[in-house]
Structures are given as structure tokens and as C-alpha cells.
């Protein structure tokens, strides 16, 4: 069974200036805006059939986001695919000689792991794998 | 009703050398590789739920995803929407102010038609307009 794409996270200076264009022009449902606080973002779910867009900004200087921005412009920020097992996908992309960008799942809040592969290792594409949490690990 | 992704367009310098991460580590089944003669690019296609990623690898010096390398490195050359009432779209996202790179939708084989809305006005991503193309225009 192939992976779904979860969503794409899009890095824009700010969602508020951002959702005329991806809400009112192009006609993307807006779903949910939240601070994720452990990420220092803000983010934007917009509906797009079975998947999402994710716009995100940044709430900190020091945010992951805010320093893409500073060195690549907005733009396409990550692909997060749908690995329910996440374990066995992490050591499946290890075993291919990708980076990963995490050892183990990292929480990522609303009972979800996550883990980032290297864009190095898939074409200057970010990559999140996203899983339900495991309860105890 | 909001607008499906319909896939994520990759650039890659190869498609051959990609795969072994897309396909096998990534675990995305190929579904299609062909040429697109006009663009000068051959493409990848990969399941990825009700969306695709698309890998793009240039056949030629002078094709637009040669010169995206050249400028950016691989990475998300652009993001695709299906969008059956594509005229109404593209007035909707003038209307927007959004800068279009088609000023009528373009073929692009298989009976289809897309527009192109320029990075610049959303956010830094390039956004495809998709539709069945019509049967005179």
C-alpha cells in the first residue's frame, strides 16, 4: 500500500496577509488556524480533497520557520506523508541510506509522532513521516 | 466546494536516481513514467492517496525544470489543483490580484488544459490550475 500525502506545509511571512490567495482566490476551505507553541509556529490547515495545505508562520525569531524563510524565501516548506508504522518506515528509509532528521518519533501534540527526513537524502524535499503516538515508547 | 490537490510537481536532476528513494525507501508505488515533449521534461508519476507526486527530470538544457535546478537545486517545483471551471478560477484569481503566466488555459496533452499563477503572488509557490480542456476554444 502506497503512503498518503498528509499535507503540505507552505512557509509564509504571515497567514493573515497569505489567506486572500489560498482562501478567497484559489478557493481552499480554511479549516483550523492554531499556535503549535513547541514548534514557535502558527499554522493554517486549508482543505484540498484528501489532503491539506499547511500555511505556516512563525511566531519566534528563532523559530524553524522563520529561519527557513530568512534563507530560502516563502515557499514549500515540507511534504508530510501518513506512515502508520512509523517505526517500520523510519527503518525502511535508514536501511535505504536516508538521513533522518530524528531518532525516534518526536510528539508532535494531538496524540501524533512525527519524524523529519533530511532533504538532502530526497531531492531538497523535506519529508515527515506522521503517525498516531504510540502510548507508551 | 474546495479545490483537490491533484499532485506535487518535484524537480528532480534524475528520475532514475530518485527512485530508490521515492519508490523504495518512501514506499510510493509508480504508477506512470512518460515525456512530455512540449515541456521537455520526462515525468514520474507516484501514488500518493488521491493525490500524486510528480517527479520532473529535464530533457533538455533549455527546459523550464533545467533552468529551476540551475537557479534553486531540486526541490517542490510546484503545486497542482484540479479545477474543472478553470476559467471561472483564473477570473476569480485575477479578480484577486493574483499575476497569471497563462492569460487562456494551455494544453498540455491528454485532453487537458492548465494555467500557471506566479510564485511571486502565492507566497513563493509556483500554483497549477488543472481542468479537462475543452472541446474548441
Same mark, same amino acid.
Given at each position: 500500500m502506497s503512503k498518503s500525502l498528509n499535507h503540505v506545509g507552505v512557509a509564509v511571512q504571515s497567514i493573515e496577509a497569505a489567506l486572500p490567495y489560498w482562501? +478567497? @482566490?484559489?478557493g481552499l476551505q480554511l479549516l483550523e488556524i492554531r499556535e503549535v507553541p513547541s514548534e514557535r509556529v502558527k499554522v493554517a490547515f486549508l482543505d484540498a480533497g484528501q489532503t491539506h495545505i499547511e500555511l505556516l508562520e512563525a511566531?519566534?525569531? +528563532? @523559530?524553524p520557520i522563520a529561519r527557513f524563510i530568512e534563507r530560502r524565501g516563502e515557499g514549500v516548506h515540507h511534504l508530510c506523508f501518513d506512515a502508520p508504522d512509523i517505526h517500520g518506515s523510519m527503518a525502511c528509509m535508514r536501511a535505504g541510506g536516508a538521513r533522518l532528521l530524528d531518532e525516534t518519533p518526536r510528539a508532535v501534540g494531538g496524540g501524533k509522532a512525527a519524524a523529519f527526513i533530511h532533504p538532502k537524502s530526497g531531492n531538497g524535499v523535506l519529508v515527515e513521516l506522521y503517525a498516531d503516538a504510540p502510548p507508551t515508547d
Open positions: 482562501r +478567497d @482566490s484559489l511566531t519566534a525569531d +528563532d @523559530s
